[in-house]
C-alpha cells in the first residue's frame, strides 16, 4: 500500500483540540494494526517552542531525541504509543531557515527565491519526509493555527498541491466549530459554511469535517452541512465535549470516522480495530470512584498547559489505580510557612513541579521542607528535584546558603550547579541537556522498585545538575544519590529511604507515559498516596 498522508486543519476558533482528533485517528488506525505516524507543522517563526514561556505556548514537549516540541506531540504519544522525534515537528521557523541556507549555499543560484514555490516545496518535501521511510501507511500532518490566518497560507497551498499531487493517496480532515447561541436556543452552522468556504478559496476540499460542539448536532443539520460543503453526508461527525479526552477515539470509532477515512483513501479490507486494551483503561475510568488528591506545587498553575504531560501521566496512574485524580494547584508563589499546612495536610501526594528562574521557589522550599518532617509522599520533577536538593542541604545538612547557581550565581553552597558542558554555551535555543539518556538505579532503591528494573531512559530538559561534591554528605545525611547516568555519573534520582515515598528525578518520567503504558514511577507513587489516604482515613 501506498503511504497516505492525511492532513488536519482547523477554522473558524483555535483551541478546537486538533492534536485530539489526530491523535483519536491515529489510535484507531493503529489498532486496526496500520503503521501510523503524526506530525504537525507549527506556522510561527521560532525553530522551535523552547523558547517560548508557557504563558505563550503552554507546555514544552521533549522527544526521545531531544527536540523540544510542541505539546501535541505528547497527545500523540500518549495516544498511539509511537515515539515522535524532530522529524514530527516542524515550523516556519524551521522551513525558512533550510530554504535560507540552501540560498546561501547557492543551491537556487540564478533564481529568485520566493514562498511559491522555494517555501512550499521545503514544506511538502518535510510532509513526505517521514512517509519515504516506507516505515508508515498513514502519515497524519496537523496544521497548527486556523484557516484564514496569514502565517498559515504557504502550508495549505503545500496541502493544496499535494492534494491535488497524491489523489486518493491524501485526504484532508478539517475541524469546524458550531456554536450555540443560548438566547436564540440554537446551533449555528454558519461560521463551519465560512470556514469551508475559506478552505475552498485556498483551493482545498475538506474531504471530512468534523464539527466541536457543547451540544449534539441533529442529523439533519449535518446534512445541511454536508451539502453547503461538498462533503459526503456520512463524513460530517460531531465531536462533542467529552468528559475525558481518552473517550474521543471511541466516540469517532462510534461515528465511523476511521471507516470513512479508509473509503476515501481507498483502502479496502482493513481490519477492524482492536480497541481492547484501551476499552481496559475506559473501563478502569469508569470503575475509579474513590479519589486520590494530589497537590501540583508550580508557578504557572493557572495555565491549563503548563504541566501537560505532568496532569496525563497522573491521571493515568490514578485510573490504574482505580482511582479518580484530584488535582489540586498550588502556586508556589502564594506559599508560605503561614499557610502550608492548611494548603498541604488535605494532599494524598505532592508533586514539586519543573522549572525556570527563581520566581515562585521560596515556595517550594517551603512545601518540601513541611512534606518531608511531615512523610508525605513527594515527588520533585527536574527543578523540583533540584528543590528538593536545596532544601535538604539548608535544613538537614545546615548549609543555610545552599542554593542552585541558577538563582544565585555567588552562593557558597552550590549543590546544584551549572553542568560543565554548559559553560560555553551562549545560545538559549536548543542548547539545553536535552532527550533521553540511560539511568542505572540502585539495587533495592525505591525507584529501582518502583520501575521494576534497575535500568531505564527517560527524557530530560535542563542546563543545571546535582553536584557531586556534596555526594558524600548528602548520602550521610539520608538522602541517597540512587540514579546516575553510567556515562557522566550525572545524578539522575534522589530519594529518602526512611520516607514513605519522597524521589526526586533529574529527568522528566512525564513524557513517557502512554494511557496504554503509563509511566511505573507515578504508577508507584500515586499508590503510596492511596495508602497513605487509607492510613489518615483509619487513624
Ligand atoms: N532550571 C533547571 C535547569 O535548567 C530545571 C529545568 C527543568 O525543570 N526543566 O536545570
Not at 511559491?116 to 519515504?132: A, C, F, S
Not at 545538612?397 to 552550590?414: C, F, I, K, V, Y
Not at 549543590?415 to 551562549?426: G, N, R
Not at 522528566?508 to 498516596?529: G, Q
Amino acid at each position: 500500500m501506498d503511504t497516505k498522508y492525511i492532513f488536519v486543519t482547523g477554522g473558524v476558533v483555535s483551541s478546537l483540540g486538533k492534536g485530539i482528533i489526530s491523535s483519536s485517528l491515529a489510535c484507531l488506525l493503529k489498532a486496526r494494526g496500520f503503521r501510523v505516524t503524526i506530525q504537525k507543522f507549527d506556522p510561527y517563526i521560532n525553530i522551535d517552542p523552547g523558547t517560548l514561556n508557557p504563558y505563550e505556548h503552554g507546555e514544552c514537549y521533549v522527544t526521545v531525541d531531544g527536540h523540544e516540541a510542541d505539546l501535541d506531540l505528547g497527545h500523540y504519544e500518549r495516544f498511539t504509543n509511537i515515539r515522535t522525534t524532530r522529524a514530527n515537528n516542524i515550523t516556519s521557523g524551521r522551513i525558512f531557515q533550510n530554504v535560507i541556507n540552501k540560498e546561501r549555499h547557492g543551491e537556487y543560484l540564478g533564481k529568485t527565491v520566493q514562498i511559491v514555490p522555494h517555501i512550499t516545496d521545503e514544506i511538502k518535501r518535510n510532509v513526505k519526509l517521514l512517509g519515504k521511510t516506507g516505515n508508515f501507511d498513514f502519515v497524519i500532518t496537523e496544521i497548527g493555527g486556523t484557516v484564514g490566518d496569514i502565517e498559515s497560507l504557504p502550508f495549505l497551498e503545500a496541502v493544496r498541491q499535494l492534494k491535488w499531487e497524491l489523489g486518493d493517496d491524501a485526504c484532508c480532515v478539517h475541524l469546524t466549530y458550531v456554536p450555540y447561541l443560548g438566547a436564540a436556543k440554537e446551533l449555528k452552522t454558519k461560521p463551519t459554511q465560512h470556514s469551508v468556504k475559506q478552505l475552498q478559496e485556498v483551493g482545498i476540499q475538506p474531504d471530512i469535517l468534523v464539527l466541536r460542539t457543547e451540544k449534539d448536532i441533529p442529523p439533519e443539520m449535518r446534512r445541511k452541512i454536508a451539502q453547503f460543503c461538498n462533503v459526503a453526508p456520512d463524513a460530517v461527525v460531531q465531536s462533542a465535549d467529552a468528559p475525558s479526552i481518552y473517550e474521543v477515539p471511541v466516540r469517532m470509532h462510534r461515528q465511523h470516522l476511521d471507516e470513512i477515512l479508509l473509503r476515501i483513501c481507498n483502502v479496502n479490507d482493513a481490519p477492524e480495530p482492536d480497541m481492547e486494551p484501551w476499552y481496559k483503561f475506559l473501563n478502569h475510568m469508569v470503575d475509579a470512584k474513590e479519589e486520590v488528591t494530589i497537590g501540583l506545587v508550580g508557578k504557572y498553575v493557572e495555565l491549563q498547559d503548563a504541566y501537560k504531560s505532568i496532569n496525563e501521566a497522573l491521571f493515568q496512574a490514578a485510573t490504574y489505580n482505580d482511582r479518580k485524580l484530584k488535582l489540586i494547584s498550588i502556586h508556589s508563589e502564594q506559599l508560605h510557612e503561614g499557610n502550608v499546612e492548611e494548603k498541604l495536610a488535605p494532599m494524598d501526594g505532592v508533586i514539586i513541579a519543573p522549572g525556570f528562574g527563581s520566581r515562585g521557589i521560596e515556595g517550594k522550599f517551603v512545601a518540601l521542607k513541611w512534606c518531608r518532617e511531615h512523610d508525605i509522599p513527594t515527588f520533585g520533577i527536574c527543578l523540583g528535584m533540584q528543590c528538593m536538593v536545596i532544601e535538604f542541604a539548608r535544613n538537614v545538612l545546615g548549609l543555610r546558603d545552599a542554593n542552585s547557581t541558577e538563582m544565585q550565581p555567588s552562593t557558597p553552597h552550590n549543590v546544584i550547579d551549572l553542568m560543565e558542558e554548559q559553560k560555553s554555551v551562549t545560545d538559549m535555543g536548543g542548547t539545553m541537556r536535552l532527550g533521553a539518556y540511560d539511568c542505572t538505579l540502585r539495587p533495592g532503591s525505591r525507584a529501582a522498585q518502583a520501575y521494576g528494573s534497575e535500568h531505564v531512559s527517560e527524557r530530560h530538559r535542563h542546563r543545571f545538575e546535582f553536584n557531586n561534591n556534596y555526594r558524600a554528605a548528602f548520602e550521610e545525611a539520608g538522602m541517597k544519590c540512587v540514579g546516575e547516568n553510567p556515562d557522566t555519573h550525572l545524578v539522575e534520582v534522589v530519594e529518602i529511604p526512611e520516607k514513605r515515598w519522597f524521589i526526586g528525578t533529574q529527568y522528566h518520567p512525564e513524557y513517557s507515559s502512554t494511557v496504554l503504558s503509563p509511566n511505573p514511577i507515578f504508577i508507584d507513587f500515586i499508590k503510596t498516596a492511596i495508602s497513605f489516604h487509607e492510613e489518615k482515613k483509619n487513624n
